[in-house]
């Protein structure tokens, strides 16, 4: 089964769902209708028993660079029912297995869906970067929980404090990654394990994922909200705006009266 929009495309098939960033020319930049063609293609991999596994993938040269900056701006989540909040949820709640093929730049919340995947293969071109700082704004998908659990504290500092990119070799060392390998081939790894999983009966698949989850998914859900809280507020002060004045406008911000 296949389902096409412009910039996401769902394609369902011996087991897999996998959802792909269709928008190279704009570097997958996420726009609100793309948020909820992946939350509504997550609600309906939950529901069918015939799959048992989601894959997210996107071009060789680009995962996704995060927000659509003008999008956003014309858009953002007014509420917790927001698109990008359904995704959230929804890939932070998911049951099945999902995993990520990832190449190039994952910012923003390109790399923060990572760590709610299960597996993530990356190409040896890949750089991982959280620059919400950059941004005037706050983490957001949990990961002022997430990342510190996995990075350990001062990593996560420097991730989310700077926003500087890290590479693959980095991500491997610190078990954000499961496995580097060449930009081309990194597709095919992560369908391969996919194909893998699919084979194993879902039940178990569920149960084993529920386990080594331990309880946190309530935590990380309340600890999205209150981040979601203190994004919607920084967005409207005064150091997102003019950070996203000047992304526009192609020129550094200044944040002396922030």
């Known amino acids: ?40 293609a997550l609600d309906t991999a939950k529901a069918d028993a015939s799959v048992r596994v989601v894959v997210f993938q996107g071009d060789v040269a680009i995962f996704s660079a995060g927000n659509d900056i003008g999008d956003f701006l014309q858009q953002p989540p007014a509420t917790q029912d927001s698109p990008v909040f359904r995704f959230l ?13 990832v190449c190039g730049p994952a910012v923003g919340i390109g790399t923060t869906m990572l760590f709610h995947c299960d597996l ?4 040896d071109n890949a750089a ?3 620059p ?9 998908a949990a990961s002022s929980l997430l990342v ?9 500092a420097e991730a989310l404090l700077l926003g ?32 893998k999983l699919a084979a194993k009966p879902l039940s178990s698949l569920i149960e084993t994922k529920r386990l ?38 192609k020129r550094k911000p200044d944040f002396s009266k922030s």
């Open 128 to 130: 991982f970067s959280m």
């Open 164 to 195: 500087e990119p890290f590479m693959a070799e980095a991500a491997l060392e610190v078990g954000l990654v499961n496995r580097v390998v060449p930009p081309t081939e990194c597709n095919g790894v992560a369908q391969a394990q996919a194909k």
């Open 212 to 249: 080594m989850k331990g309880g946190q998914t309530a935590k990380v859900l309340e600890v999205m909200a209150e981040e979601g809280e203190s994004f919607g507020r920084m967005l409207r002060e005064p150091a997102a705006r003019e950070a996203f004045a000047a992304f526009m406008e």
């Open 89 to 101: 949820r929804g890939i932070a709640t998911f049951p099945k297995p999902v995993i990520a093929s």
């Open 1 to 40: 089964m296949t389902e096409a929009t412009q910039d996401i495309l769902v394609h369902s098939e011996a087991g897999v769902t996998t959802i792909t960033f269709n928008r190279v020319d704009k570097k997958n930049s996420i726009t609100r209708d793309m948020y909820a063609a992946m939350a509504d």
């Open 120 to 123: 993530v293969y990356a190409g």
């Open 148 to 156: 510190p659990q996995m990075l350990g504290y001062h990593r996560a």
């Open 132 to 140: 919400f700082v950059n941004l005037g704004l706050c983490p957001e």
